[in-house]
């Protein structure tokens, strides 16, 4: 194996959190390379919200100035291409990228966010991120006090149509028939003025790539132009093949130094936290990355700089 297949660390993903943890690691002198392939959570958000310096940056944007800013840190390598396997051997890891090319690396560190699961809804996949968000803090602002719905269907949801009248006093919890909804909690949410649905929803109906009513079962549509929904999250193929401890969430497992249940392996960002958003990201990136050359450094010193022999 070549010397440039030899890396310190190989970062798998490329978001905010993959990025900030390659800026750190390059500006530490370090041997990286970031791999980048599959999906990406946000690729239809029009914009990023609630990051300072990037209020209204679109996505695609956010990635290509970071990568932009990564160019002069020569022990940095980016690559769209996504990783298939890593291993555990005797110097560390042996990651197997798609195409079946291998690099060497001492650590591994993990910023492959997370899949969105989206509901069999007709209209949902089409709106999703245009009127349809998860995160108030990321979208709430440009579409206040307009008409929101929610798929509320369980009873952290009903409490979180509570949360969004912090945005919008009109609000409608949609909560698809199932859910029973205890009498305190209905004078909470009538105190409100939140309004409980409970037939189910048919499909969304669109004008253009905007919400423009909620259609329920037996037709009757209530006119909505924002729905916010939870859809349910789950780990990448490469990170449930890890077998890594998760938390009762679904969530993967770190300790202070950022570190998985498997030693050598960390994680950042949204893959270990419901805190979900481009600025925590970056921040858990940049948190990584720090440990991982901590502990770096200290080796290299204990075992007298081999590397340079
Ligand atoms: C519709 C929508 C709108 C949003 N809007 C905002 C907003 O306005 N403001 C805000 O702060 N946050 C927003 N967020 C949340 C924000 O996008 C995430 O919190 C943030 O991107 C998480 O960063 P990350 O680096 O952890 O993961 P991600 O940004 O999800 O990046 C993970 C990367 O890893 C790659 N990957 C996965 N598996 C592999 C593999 N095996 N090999 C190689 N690469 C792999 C993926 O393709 C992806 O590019 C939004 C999210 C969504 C879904």
Known sequence: MTNSKRKDVVIIGGGPAGLNA???????????????????????????????????????????????????????E???????????????FRVVLAGGDAVECRRVL?????????????????????SIFACPYCHGWEVRDRAFGVLA???????????????????????????????????????AGVRLEPRRIRRLVPHGEHLEAVELEDGTRVAREVLFAHPHQRQTELVQRLGLALDE??????????????????AAGDLTTRLQSAIVAASAGFQAAAMINHALNMENADAGFPSEG
């Not at 993990?110 to 245009?130: F, I, M, N, Q």
């Not at 949609?174 to 949410?189: H, I």
């Not at 969430?249 to 960390?266: C, D, K, L, W, Y």
């Open 153 to 191: 269907t369980s009873a952290m949801l009903l409490d979180f149509s509570l949360f969004l009248t912090g945005w919008s006093r009109d609000v409608v919890a949609f909560t698809q028939g199932g859910l029973e909804v205890p009498a305190e909690q209905r004078q909470r949410l009538e105190r």
């Open 22 to 76: 390659a800026l750190v690691l390059g500006r530490a002198r370090k041997k990286v390379l970031l791999c980048d392939g599959g999906t990406r959570r946000n690729l239809m958000a029009e914009q990023i919200h609630g990051f300072v310096t990037r209020d209204g940056t679109p996505p695609m944007e956010f990635r290509r100035i970071a990568r932009e800013q990564l160019r002069p840190y020569e022990g940095v």
């Open 78 to 92: 980016v690559r769209d291409v996504g990783i298939s396997s890593v291993e555990r051997i005797a110097s560390g």
């Open 249 to 266: 969430q679904g969530f993967v497992r770190i300790n202070e130094r950022m570190e998985t249940s498997a030693p050598g392996i960390h």
């Open 110 to 130: 993990l910023t492959t966010g997370l899949v969105d699961e989206r509901p069999d809804l007709p209209g949902y996949r089409e709106l999703w991120g245009k």
